[in-house]
């Protein structure tokens, strides 16, 4: 028998996919649980995909994620708070799942993880930070784009009948329901319950579950790439299951006479006591020698008005350089176990790789802005009448990206545009996109026809002429952290570059277009009755084949077509096996883009893309449309 056909995906993302704007005020959290619960209800009434899985316990699970997200977003960003509710499309052996997506508009606040005290009656409501986001989902992330952050979370469906801690005769097993185990993880989190405190539970506690407070540990600390944001966690994590308190300072990484510590957290167990606590560690930072390489040193107690109790300072330590102390302390005790201090021990040691590893990615990140603020142009030109929008998006800020773009006039009173995808990405692929925009305007002002550029791009590619820009890739990616393979690099890339012609209002108007298209996404045409066809033929990638000859397509842009030019960020976009422009998907989301101006149409099918799958892109996403007026 075979499979039923699966749902079309243009319109399962429509009805599979809620999303809303929400104010940055007090009311946002509680708007979006009913938000996040209207549309569980509606997808069920939709019988969609999947939905027979939404039961009341996802629910709640849903709400209480939604809740923490959009509040953290409302009280450390302040900016209006855009909410995406999307059910995952059930695929092979993967049952769907519940994706959750906050965004802010500020990104260069960092994403806040404390608990707050409990909550009057009538005022407002605050989260417990992202170790409840933790707890709830099956996983979560942070995402950067250009004014944009966005903090998602995703809740796994389960089959009918499993994951319940049933065992199939009947019997029934808590240890073995993970939806269970997860809640009462949460259940803690939300309860703040008191840890023990004699020296014999706390080993009693330590032996049981030093493993899994360290695994969780590292699950939490992995992948985050800002040192505050560690520094919070590693507070939330300590207190109150190990310590009253505790607090963090971090080393800059530049050293010299301005280099002192700064205290980047403190936490304490009473949210009252926090300000005091911090008070008093400022006015008395700890000295620890330079012997103390990771272990516990005792130190004073600093806290004044509370009763004497034991307090511990350790050196952070990654790649051999100090990157910070952590201190701690508990009341009522003289000394602290041994296998407490062990414990943190080893804590202390993922947290200083943690920073370490965010400090790597924060120069990764610096030195590929400077790249790409030198790679990409400061402005695009305005063309005499022809619109222009264009989308340009690198997938991560860790490493500068392949696609690149460009449009300038030319000789003649030409237009020139060009689209690029260098193969690769970091250092290597700044080499060649540094290479090749420079080489394209200079050609093109030089007069050459559109093949004659492609021709003579490739032969420069194909030459041995480029190894003093490799080994300044080099001298960059050493610097970043980034390695780099030995021996000759291959430089080719996938091009679309073509030239625009106005033509007189007389004589019609519109443009006269000539372009190639070089192992790239083909061009699309939309005309305004909403006909789609392909403006150029594939031909072979840049720098791969000595001698290649490329040959140019011209047509006229008449006034209200539309030229859309990608790169395979787009064509290419992932949703499990399928890709966005399987089945001439691209084509078909362009048609329905007729009667739009060129910004509108760039908009439409940027969200299209996004709205494709369930993450965040993992390509850079580049887009451009040109429209004759």
């Known amino acids: 028998m075979n499979s039923p056909a699966p749902p079309d995906a243009t319109e399962y993302g429509a009805r599979s996919c809620a999303r809303t704007s929400l104010p940055g005020n007090p009311l946002a959290p509680s708007a979006a649980r009913r938000f996040v619960r209207a ?4 997808w069920t009434d939709q019988d969609l995909p999947g939905a027979t899985r939404l039961g009341d316990r996802l629910a709640d699970d849903a709400a209480i994620l939604v809740n923490e997200l959009v509040t953290n977003a409302v009280v450390h960003a ?21 994706v959750l997506e906050v965004s802010d508009h500020h990104p260069a606040r960092a994403v806040h993880n404390e608990p707050r005290a409990p909550r009057e009656p009538g005022a407002p409501e605050y989260g417990r930070g992202l170790h409840l986001v933790a707890a709830l989902s099956e996983s979560w992330g942070i995402t950067y784009r250009t004014g944009m952050k966005t903090v998602w979370a995703r809740l796994e469906l389960v089959a009918d009948g499993e994951g319940d801690g049933g065992d199939g005769d009947g019997h029934y097993d808590p240890g073995s329901d ?16 008191p840890r023990r ?16 407070f360290l695994a969780e540990a590292s699950d939490l600390l992995a992948g985050q790439f800002d040192e505050d944001m560690i520094a919070a966690l590693a507070g939330q994590l300590l207190v109150p299951r190990l310590a009253d308190w505790c607090a963090i300072w971090l080393d800059p990484e530049a050293g010299g006479p301005l280099g002192s510590p700064r205290l980047a957290r403190v936490w304490h167990a009473r949210e009252s006591g926090i300000e005091e606590l911090r008070a008093a560690l400022e006015k008395e930072p700890p000295r620890l020698p330079e012997s103390a390489r990771g272990g516990p040193v005792p130190m004073p107690w600093p806290c004044p008005d509370e009763d004497d109790g034991a307090a511990l300072a350790y050196r952070m ?23 407490v201090t062990g414990l943190v021990e080893d804590f202390v040691r993922r947290v200083a790789l943690a920073i370490g590893a965010a400090r790597q990615y924060t120069r990764q990140v610096t030195i590929s802005r400077v790249l790409q603020r030198g790679l990409l142009p400061a402005g695009v030109a305005e063309i005499p009448g022809v619109d222009s929008a264009l989308v340009y998006q690198p997938s ?7 696609d690149f773009y460009d449009l300038f006039p030319g000789a003649d009173g030409r237009w020139c545009f060009a689209l690029g995808d260098v193969q690769g990405s970091g250092p290597e692929a700044a080499v060649v996109t540094g290479l090749v925009r420079p080489w394209l305007r200079l050609l093109a002002r030089e007069g050459y026809a559109v093949h004659d550029v492609l021709d003579r791009l490739n032969k420069l590619l194909v030459d041995d002429g480029v190894e003093a820009a490799e080994a300044a890739a080099r001298m960059v990616a050493t610097a970043g952290g980034h390695e780099m393979p030995e021996g000759p690099q291959a430089r080719f890339l996938s091009l679309l570059y073509g030239e625009l012609v106005p033509v007189p209002e007389d004589q019609g108007g519109g443009a006269r277009c000539t372009l190639a298209s070089a192992g790239h996404p083909l061009p699309l045409l939309l ?14 990638l840049i720098g791969v084949v000595e001698g290649a000859a490329y040959e140019s397509e011209s047509f006229r842009l008449m006034p209200g077509d539309s030229l859309l030019c990608v790169t395979d960020g787009v064509t290419e976009r992932r949703s499990g096996s399928r890709m966005f422009d399987d089945e001439d998907g691209l084509a078909t989301a362009l048609a329905q883009c007729a009667g739009l101006p060129a910004s509108g149409i760039a908009e439409r099918i940027k969200r299209a893309v996004y709205a494709f799958g369930a993450k965040p892109p993992e390509d850079d996403l580049a887009l451009l449309v040109l429209q004759a007026r």
Do not use: F, K, Y
């Open 197 to 212: 405190t004699s020296s014999e539970h706390d080993r009693d506690w330590v032996n049981r579950g030093a493993l899994s």
């Open 527 to 540: 005309s305004p009755d909403g006909a789609v066809r392909a403006a150029a033929v594939p031909q072979v």
């Open 78 to 98: 302040g900016t209006t708070v855009e909410l995406v509710c999307r059910l995952e499309q059930p695929a092979g052996g993967d049952l769907g799942g519940v």
């Open 317 to 339: 330590v990654a790649g051999g350089r100090s990157v910070g102390v952590l201190m701690l302390g508990r009341g009522g005790l003289m000394r602290l176990p041994d296998e």
């Open 178 to 193: 993970a939806r269970l185990q997860r809640g009462l993880r949460a259940a803690e989190i939300l309860t703040n319950a």
């Open 396 to 402: 991560g800020e860790g490493v500068a990206g392949g």
């Open 39 to 42: 549309a569980l209800a509606d």
